[in-house]
């Protein structure tokens, strides 16, 4: 699956809001969702929610779907996407850091959050091998770099359709967040 570049400086801009991640995961993990729905979960204000929801659906990060009564949920454009200053001019590339610095934030917070509450998952959530952090550094080339990315996502990817399809989910599963960062030592 080819990722999503981002490269206009105002839907960059709409991204640097740490809100919208949190929006963005919940639709990702939860599927399609209204604003009154986004605010029960995210604990903020359905006016709140909304005009945030409508700010990703102006940059096409989000768009509204059909749905039962007069409120119409929203749902996700693309899973998978990829910012990136590189090649952008100087707008573009402080857009980029802000937004990629509000993802890390949101993600960061996330997982403190998460590991805060690892003891109240049922025991067979803990066991050893299972939810935690790990780290390693590997001295690799450029080429090597991208191989290895590729069947991570590769990896990854082989579960892609029960995010879409809740059918598909086998009894007793739960969203695990995966969030890879790779980062390359200065010479």
């Not at 080819?2 to 809001?17: E, F, V």
């Not at 204000?45 to 749905?67: D, I, Q, R, T």
């Not at 509450?117 to 450029?142: C, M, Y």
Request: hydrophobic share 35%; proline share 6%.
């Amino acid at each position: 699956m080819t990722d999503a570049r981002i490269s206009d400086p105002k839907a960059l801009r709409a991204l640097s809001h740490p809100f919208r991640w949190k929006l963005i995961n919940l639709l990702t993990e939860e599927g399609p969702r209204t604003a009154t729905q986004c605010s029960a979960k995210l604990g903020e204000s359905v006016a709140s929610c909304s005009y945030h929801l409508n700010m990703l659906a102006k940059y096409g990060f989000v768009a509204e779907v059909e749905g039962p009564g007069r409120q119409k949920p929203w749902q996700i454009i693309n899973r998978h996407q990829t910012i990136s200053s590189e090649g952008l001019d100087d707008e573009a590339a402080m857009a980029a850091e802000a937004a990629v610095l509000a993802y890390l934030d949101h993600e960061f917070e996330r997982t403190r959050e998460r590991m805060r509450q690892h003891d109240l998952l049922p025991e067979t959530w803990r066991v050893p091998g299972g939810v935690g952090i790990n780290s390693a550094t590997k001295f690799l080339t450029i080429e090597e770099l991208v191989e290895l990315q590729g069947e991570l996502r590769a990896l990854l990817d082989r579960y892609d359709e029960r995010t879409d399809n809740p059918e598909l989910r086998p009894e007793g599963s739960r969203p695990v967040r995966f969030f890879l960062s790779t980062t390359v030592s200065p010479e």
